[in-house]
């Protein structure tokens, strides 16, 4: 390898790329507002049945926090403690964006883009993927409500989901 760090006052050669001429913008209508409650989506499982009917329904009504433990990782959450039926310890098995692990401390983590891939606490729902990305806008302080879907309403949201970014690029307007 060679070569140096690089140091204050180094320049470095590239080529030359012309002006883009024309810019484009994004309709007003398609804009996503973010505010400081988010509803997200989920389908309950992998392991809700380790969680007793009480702690299901506190999942599903309450609102929770987003705390300052929030990164591409995950949200550790804040609200009500989520209940357990015994243990909320599992053999570790995959995880992925979206899941929703509860440690048994009660507060919900919710795993985002950059989720490690395994883990070992009982995953009460996952949410479903046409919302995380609504979800990596939530910052903390942020409030989240997780509402219950089917299986086929979370492909047809997806469906839905894809159709729309098909189609952004001809929703661009040139600006004159």
């Not at 009500?80 to 039926?85: A, F, T, V």
């Not at 909320?88 to 989720?115: E, F, H, T, W, Y």
């Not at 395994?118 to 806008?137: H, M, N, P, R």
């Not at 001809?170 to 600006?175: A, E, P, Q, S």
Request: positive net charge; charged residues 25%; contains cysteine.
């Amino acid at each position: 390898m060679n070569g140096r760090p690089l140091r204050k006052g180094d320049m470095i050669e590239c080529f030359d790329a012309p002006r883009l001429e024309i810019e484009y913008s994004v309709p007003e209508g398609i804009l996503p507002q973010f505010k400081n409650e988010v509803e997200a989506h989920v389908i309950l499982g992998p392991q809700a049945e380790m969680f007793t009917e009480s702690g299901i329904r506190t999942f599903l009504s309450g609102s929770f926090k987003v705390t300052s433990e929030a990164d591409r990782m995950g949200y550790r959450l804040d609200g009500p403690l989520i209940e357990h039926r015994a243990s909320a310890d599992i053999v570790s098995d995959a995880l992925l964006p979206g899941a929703v692990q509860v440690p048994k401390n009660g507060r919900p983590i919710l795993l985002m883009r950059d989720a490690q891939t395994t883990g070992g606490y009982a995953k009460i729902a996952v949410v479903i993927s046409s919302d995380l990305s609504v979800l990596g806008q939530a910052k903390p302080g942020c409030s989240i409500r997780f509402s219950k879907v089917s299986l086929s309403e979370a492909q047809e949201r997806l469906r839905k989901f894809l159709k729309l970014l098909k189609s952004l690029s001809g929703m661009l307007v040139k600006d004159q």
